[in-house]
C-alpha cells in the first residue's frame, strides 16, 4: 500500500484550501449543529458547490462528477472538514443519485439528476417503518397498481428532514405472494401529493430531525417506478453501500478532536487548563490511536479501490468503528464542559457558549450506531461476509 502524496495530489490540496479560504464563511460554517440543519444555508453551499463543479466528486464524470482520483476525493472529505465545512446532505447526492444514474430510465435521469446536482430538489429516505428497521424487508407501506399509477397506503419512521423535503424515496411492498426481499419496489414519490402528512418526533438533541410520514391514498405515477417492479431490494442494497461508507466520518472526527483540544484548552480544572490534566490527556490518546487506525483502514480501502478493487464488507468495518469513534469524541468533549454541556438551551446558554452544541452533539450522536443498519447488524455483515461463520 502506497499512502503518501504525490506532488500532484499535494497541489490539488492547495487548490482545495484555496477555494475554501475564500467561500466558507462562518454562517456556512454553523449551518449544521447536531441533528438540526438551516436548510437555506446548507442549500447554499451546496450551490457554491455546484458551480465550482465539486458538488458530486463520487458520481461517474458521465453523470456530472469530478473525475477526481480516489485520493483527491479523500483530500478533498478531509479538506472539508477541517476547515470546518457542513457535510453535504446526502439524501440526494449520496443515496438516491447514485440509485438513478445506475437504474434509472433515460427520462428519470434527466428529470432528476440535474435538480440533484444543483440542490434544486431536497429528497427524504422513506426506508425505516414501525416493524421493519434491521428487518427492512419486513416492510409493508402497500402500493396496489391502478391503471398508470400506484396507489400507496402506510407509514414510514425516523425520516429524517422530511420537513423539508420536496421528494421522498420509498421502499414499498407491490407483492406478497412470495420471499418478503421479492416483493419490493423503489418509487420516487413527490411530497406535495395529496394523502401525505408528515408528523413531526421529538428527539433527545431537542432539535427537529426526524418525522414520520404517512400515505393515504398517495397516486404515484407509474413512470416513478425505478427498475422493475419487485427488484426494488437489489436497488435498496446498492444505496445502503454508499449510505454506510459516507457514515464513517474519518475526516469530520478530526475535526472534532481539533475543537476537543480548543475545549480542553479553555476548560478550567484544578486551576490549569484541562488539556494539561494528564488523565484527560490519556483519553484524548486513546482515541487518537484509534482514529489513526480507522484512517489507515480507509486509506487500505481507498487503495485498493484505486488498484482496480471493491471495498465490499469493509464499509460495515468503517462504520462500526467510526461511529464508535465519533460517540467516544462526543462523550470526552461533554467531559470536557462538565455541568455546562447538560444546559441544553441554545437561547441562553450558560457558561461557555460551545456547551449547548456539545451536548446537541453528544446526544444525537447516540443514533450514529443506530441508522443506516446498526452495529450489531454490521456485525452480522462480517462475521458471514468476511469471516465467513
Ligand atoms: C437519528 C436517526 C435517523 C434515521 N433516519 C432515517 C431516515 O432518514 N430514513 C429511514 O428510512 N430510516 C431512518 N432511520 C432508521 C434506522 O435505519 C433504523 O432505526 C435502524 O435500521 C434500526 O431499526 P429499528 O430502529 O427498527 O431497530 P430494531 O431493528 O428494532 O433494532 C432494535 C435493536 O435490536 C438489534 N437487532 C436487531 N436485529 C438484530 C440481529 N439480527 N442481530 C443482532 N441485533 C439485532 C439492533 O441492533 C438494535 O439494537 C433513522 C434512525 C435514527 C436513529
Redesign the pocket.
Known amino acids: 500500500m502506497d499512502t503518501k502524496f504525490t506532488p500532484e495530489d499535494l497541489a490539488f490540496r492547495d487548490e482545495v484550501r484555496a477555494f475554501l479560504d475564500e467561500n466558507l464563511t462562518d454562517e456556512i460554517r454553523s449551518a449544521a449543529v447536531g441533528?438540526d440543519i438551516q436548510p437555506e444555508t446548507i442549500v447554499k453551499w451546496q450551490k457554491i458547490l455546484f458551480d465550482k463543479g465539486w458538488i458530486a466528486p463520487n458520481w461517474p464524470e458521465a453523470a456530472g462528477g469530478t473525475g477526481w482520483s480516489v485520493t483527491q476525493n479523500y483530500i478533498f472529505e478531509n479538506e472539508c472538514a477541517m476547515a470546518g465545512a457542513p457535510a453535504v446532505v446526502p439524501?440526494g447526492l449520496k443515496m438516491v443519485g447514485p440509485v438513478i444514474y445506475t437504474f434509472g430510465s433515460d427520462e428519470q435521469k434527466q428529470r432528476f439528476l440535474p435538480d440533484i446536482l444543483q440542490s434544486n430538489v431536497w429528497w427524504?429516505?422513506?426506508?425505516?417503518e414501525?416493524g421493519?428497521?434491521?428487518?427492512?424487508a419486513a416492510l409493508q407501506t402497500k402500493a396496489e397498481l391502478d391503471g398508470d399509477h400506484y396507489v400507496v397506503n402506510g407509514q414510514?419512521?425516523?425520516?429524517?428532514?422530511?420537513q423539508h423535503a420536496d421528494w421522498i424515496f420509498c421502499l414499498v411492498r407491490t407483492d406478497s405472494s412470495g420471499k418478503k426481499q421479492e416483493g419490493i419496489s423503489f418509487l420516487l414519490i413527490d411530497m406535495k401529493t395529496p394523502g401525505i402528512e408528515v408528523r413531526k418526533i421529538d428527539?433527545i438533541d431537542n432539535q427537529h430531525?426526524?418525522n414520520e410520514v404517512f400515505f393515504d391514498n398517495v397516486r404515484v405515477p407509474v413512470a416513478n417506478r425505478i427498475g422493475e417492479e419487485n427488484k426494488g431490494w437489489t436497488y435498496a442494497k446498492y444505496l445502503l453501500t454508499h449510505e454506510r461508507t459516507a457514515i464513517a466520518g474519518v475526516a469530520q472526527s478530526k475535526k472534532a478532536i481539533q475543537k476537543l483540544r480548543d475545549i480542553a484548552s479553555k476548560e478550567i480544572s484544578g486551576g490549569e487548563p484541562l488539556i494539561n490534566d494528564a488523565m484527560f490527556q490519556a483519553k484524548l490518546a486513546d482515541i487518537e490511536i484509534e482514529l489513526m487506525a480507522l484512517e489507515y483502514t480507509e486509506l487500505r480501502v481507498i487503495s485498493s479501490v484505486a488498484a482496480g478493487g471493491a471495498p465490499g464488507p469493509e464499509s460495515s468495518i468503517l462504520k462500526i468503528k467510526g461511529t464508535e469513534i465519533q460517540q467516544a469524541i462526543a462523550e470526552l468533549s461533554v467531559e470536557a464542559c462538565g455541568h455546562y454541556a447538560h444546559m441544553l438551551n441554545e437561547e441562553n446558554p450558560i457558561g461557555n457558549d460551545y456547551a449547548w452544541a456539545v451536548s446537541a452533539k453528544y446526544l444525537?450522536g447516540r443514533?450514529s450506531t443506530?441508522?443506516?443498519?446498526?452495529?450489531?447488524?454490521q456485525?452480522?455483515i462480517i462475521a458471514k461476509m468476511v469471516l465467513g461463520l
Do not use: H, R
Open positions: 441533528g439524501f427524504c429516505q422513506g426506508y425505516s414501525p421493519a428497521g434491521s428487518d427492512l414510514k419512521i425516523w425520516t429524517t428532514y422530511a428527539s430531525s426526524l444525537y443514533a443506530i441508522y443506516g443498519g446498526s452495529n450489531e447488524v456485525k452480522n
